[in-house]
């Protein structure tokens, strides 16, 4: 069973880090919109991954309790090691993937904050943050 949630969690990560690619593909030609649309997907996939984590936690925890004096290399098995080094490597795969997206994020956003800015200007009120200036575009008189 172990082997199985093992397996399941692999397809959840892999499935993670396409959506994740298609989201810089996205970012990339402005489709905000698909991007949006997959976040559902996204956080299906994220809570799944969790429980089958969970799931691999419960299962490697058990075999332990039932073999307290043994090493857990013997107790996991070759199988079980290498599916798990296979996860860890997945894993890496989705942070480095996660953090290409998010530079792409954070440039964006700053971009459409310099936007908003320039339409509606703001000025720096110390530590409280930021007050909105009166902008002429859309300054109304009586």
Same mark, same amino acid.
């Given at each position: 069973?172990?082997?199985? &949630?093992?397996?399941?969690?692999?397809?959840?990560? $892999?499935?993670?880090?396409?959506?994740?690619?298609?989201?810089?593909?996205?970012?990339?030609?402005?489709?905000?919109?698909?991007?949006?649309?997959?976040?559902?997907?996204?956080?299906?996939?994220?809570?799944?991954?969790? $429980?089958?984590?969970?799931?691999?936690?419960?299962?490697?925890?058990?075999?332990?309790?039932? $073999?307290? $004096?043994?090493?857990?290399?013997?107790?996991?098995?070759?199988?079980?090691?290498?599916?798990?080094?296979?996860?860890?490597?997945?894993?890496?795969?989705?942070?480095?993937?996660?953090?290409?997206?998010?530079?792409?994020?954070?440039?964006?956003?700053?971009?459409?904050?310099?936007? &908003?800015?320039?339409?509606?200007?703001?000025?720096?009120?110390? &530590?409280?943050?930021?007050?909105?200036?009166?902008?002429?575009?859309?300054?109304?008189?009586?």
């Amino acid at each position: 069973m172990l082997e199985h &949630y093992i397996d399941k969690a692999i397809e959840e990560i $892999n499935n993670l880090i396409k959506l994740t690619e298609a989201d810089i593909e996205d970012i990339k030609q402005a489709k905000h919109q698909s991007m949006f649309d997959r976040i559902k997907t996204k956080e299906h996939a994220i809570v799944s991954f969790e $429980n089958y984590k969970s799931l691999i936690d419960d299962s490697i925890r058990a075999l332990i309790e039932k $073999n307290p $004096n043994k090493q857990i290399d013997s107790v996991l098995g070759p199988v079980i090691q290498e599916k798990l080094e296979i996860m860890r490597k997945q894993l890496e795969k989705l942070h480095e993937t996660n953090k290409y997206y998010a530079r792409f994020v954070v440039t964006v956003g700053e971009f459409y904050n310099s936007l &908003y800015e320039e339409m509606i200007p703001v000025e720096k009120d110390g &530590y409280t943050g930021k007050s909105t200036k009166t902008a002429s575009l859309i300054e109304v008189r009586a």
